[in-house]
Structure formats: C-alpha cells, structure tokens
C-alpha cells in the first residue's frame, strides 16, 4: 500500500509532499524528515443532518473523482505528444498518482493524504511545464 508523506527538506526549511512506499525506511545520508500524515477516522453520523452531510460529501467527492480520471486520461495525451525524457517521466508520475487519488476520491477519501497528493500532482505538473519551456528556449 501507498502512503502520501510530507517531507521537512532541512536546508531549505520548505514541506514538500513526496511518494513512497509504506514499508520504506528513511534514508539516513539525507538531510530530510519525513512527517507521516496520520489517516483520521471520524465518528459515525448520528443526527440526520450529519448523515445529510455525509452523503453530500460522498457525492461530491465521487463527483471529483470522475474529473480526475478525465485528467488522468488529458495527461495521458500529453505523454504521448512529448519527445523530452525528463518531461515524460514526470507526466507518468503525474499519471500514476492522479490515479491513486481518483481511487480515493471514489471511497471518498478527502483526508490530508489525499490532499498532499493533490499537492504533489500540481508541483510535478510545474516540474514539467517549467522543463517544456527550458526545452523551448524559454526561461
């Protein structure tokens, strides 16, 4: 099973959302921490406007998830139009964490796990967009 990590890179002081496996040991050469987000388990709904809202909130996350198997199948698109190496890579880690967060949304999980990886999607979009344009002779 995977699990979303935020990391304390201690030089630079910035949280950074990393993807690792559960069963993973730290690396000790490394100067970073690794914070593990804990998964919260809410008590059950009892008054109807508590169910009410449960039920919104699976309908809603269901719904993101929908949309995010679309995008999944955008960047797929994209892969396939690139020809650099470094942004292939990082559009196939897109592509397979988008997934892991449709999976999510779907149960629908919309804990700190889910949200880091949101934020680690986003960064390996930029990651990519930012090598594209190095590629194109921008800045």
Do not use: C, F
């Amino acid at each position: 099973m995977k699990t979303y990590r935020l990391t304390l890179m201690a030089s630079l002081g910035l949280l950074a959302p990393t993807w690792a496996q559960e069963e993973e040991a730290p690396d000790a050469k490394s100067a970073v921490r690794e914070v593990i987000i804990p998964k919260i388990v809410y008590p059950e709904a009892v008054t109807e406007g508590q169910r009410k809202a449960v039920a919104k909130h699976a309908i809603g996350s269901q719904k993101l998830s929908g949309e995010q198997d679309e995008l999944s199948a955008d960047v797929q698109e994209l892969i396939d139009e690139q020809t650099s190496e470094k942004v292939i890579q990082l559009l196939e880690q897109v592509e397979e964490i988008m997934a892991e967060v449709t999976t999510s949304l779907d149960q629908p999980d919309t804990g700190g796990g889910t949200i880091a990886a949101e934020t680690e999607i986003i960064e390996k979009i930029y990651e990519a967009a930012k090598q594209r344009s190095q590629q194109n002779g921008g800045t």
